[in-house]
């Protein structure tokens, strides 16, 4: 299994793509996008939905995934909420420096409506999106900030991203396919609705996990059947993922993945309003506002050449593998397809295993102290073995150990089954 997998494809007939994918390196700098790994893979147990509020016909969850694969909803705007709690601790406005690092939002050659930057912001904390769809021409997702809003909107070859706080503009097209590389405001970039989250846990199967219908509920209104993800392996950080499926559509309305150490869901995304009637053409119609900053991609992509900010995704896969050395997969056990990983471990024990060519990470001390020293020794826990020595660094979810020789072996698993991982390679 390669983590962090992505694949737009889910229509009927296609369940083997569900269980590959294309794997994108570029997925690993995109923290929401954890809940590909996370969901790793699902082996199908069949179970009927037989009790629970409403009464709905019974179904088997293999009959509820195919629902879900089937759901091919062109019309419908909605009101929905997401959360997500990764336990890390309070940086100080430290993350804010990583992530206009990451995605050159920091540098004044950026834009503030950048959406490969903007929607970064979903990686942390409860926010509110409105979200409009009709057909593959036109769609519009708003994200509800205090006293301002930040919109994307995609309609005809035009993609629009416009921030209302700082009255920045960004400009686009879709000339090319959806899912080609190199295009900014496509859905691809991070995963945001219950049905996009839904997709990325499952994108593989096998008998590594429980899959069950859990009864039935209401969600915005709609009638719902919910289907519970469970592994059956020790050592993962996951504890559960329940989605609730549109009855009708099968839509999936709400997305739930709580963490095996128990407590608050580590991503919670669920509608709290949703219509299927034709949204009014008026919705995807933007001009920029007067006096308003309005920047092109190209321009950004200039800008990246010349100061490194506002990457591609291309660009972020090259700095990503030039910053952990790239695949290693020559006679590895777990070698993953398509230049991704070596990997050690199947289903929900998978680790993602890198090369960095360097040393590990320094300690507080070794790093000057201060924030930067203070946020690495709050995140990381010293351990040893027989690969040497390394520090672990920690969140609800996903768990990295970098060793003192500069490999690093990332997973939803516990800091247990990191070194049991790194051991194995020894």
């Known amino acids: 299994m390669a983590p962090y997998a992505s694949d737009d494809s889910t229509t009927a ?11 994108k390196a570029a997925r690993y700098v995109v923290p929401v996008a954890v809940v590909g790994v996370a969901a790793a893979t699902i082996g199908l147990v069949p179970a009927l939905a037989d009790s629970g509020d409403p009464d709905l016909p019974e179904i088997t969850a293999q009959q509820l995934i195919e629902k879900i694969a089937k759901s091919d909803v062109q019309q419908m705007s909605g009101t929905f909420k997401i959360t997500t709690d990764l336990g890390l601790p309070d940086l100080g406005g430290l ?5 206009s690092g990451a995605m050159g939002s920091g540098s004044g050659d950026g834009s503030s409506a950048d959406p490969t930057a903007k929607l970064t912001e979903l990686a942390s904390g409860t926010h509110t999106l409105r979200v409009a769809l009709d057909g593959e021409d036109k769609q519009k997702l708003s994200l509800l900030e205090n006293a301002s809003e930040y919109s994307l909107i995609h309609n ?3 993609i629009w991203g416009y921030d209302s706080k700082s009255n920045e503009v960004f400009h686009g ?7 080609e590389k190199g295009k900014k405001g496509k859905a691809e970039e991070v995963p945001t609705t219950p049905k996009e989250l839904t997709e990325e846990a499952l994108k593989a199967a096998d008998d590594t996990t429980s899959v069950t219908v859990d009864g039935t509920s209401h969600v915005a209104g709609r009638d719902a059947y919910r289907l519970l993800i469970k592994p059956k392996q020790s050592g993962t950080t996951v504890g559960a993922i329940t ?13 739930t993945l ?26 995807f119609d933007f001009t920029p506002p007067k006096g308003a900053k309005v920047t092109e991609e190209g321009a950004l992509e200039e800008a990246a050449g010349e100061h490194g900010s506002a990457k591609s995704e291309d660009e972020l896969r090259k700095q990503f593998e030039k910053e952990f050395g790239g695949p290693k997969s020559e006679g590895k056990p777990g070698k993953a397809p398509e230049g991704g990983p070596e990997v050690i471990g199947e289903g929900w024990n998978s680790v993602a295993v890198f090369d960095t060519g360097g040393e590990g990470i320094p300690s507080g001390a070794e790093a000057g102290g201060g924030q930067l020293g203070g946020f690495l020794d709050s995140l990381g826990d010293k351990v040893s073995g027989k690969f040497g020595s390394g520090t672990v660094f920690k969140t609800r979810l996903i768990n990295a150990l970098v060793t003192d020789d500069g490999k690093v072996y990332v997973g939803a698993v516990d800091k247990d089954a990191l070194v049991k991982a790194a051991n194995s390679a020894k």
């Open 13 to 23: 007939g296609e369940g083997d793509e569900l269980r590959s994918g294309r794997r």
């Open 95 to 99: 993350e804010s420096s990583f992530a």
């Open 156 to 158: 005809g070859k035009d």
């Open 173 to 179: 097209t879709a000339d090319e396919p959806q899912g």
């Open 243 to 255: 989605v609730a499926v549109d009855a009708k559509t099968g839509m999936p309305l709400k997305f």
């Open 258 to 283: 709580t963490p095996s150490s128990g407590g608050a869901a580590v991503i919670d995304a669920g509608f709290t309003q949703v219509s299927f009637d034709k949204p009014d053409a008026s919705t």
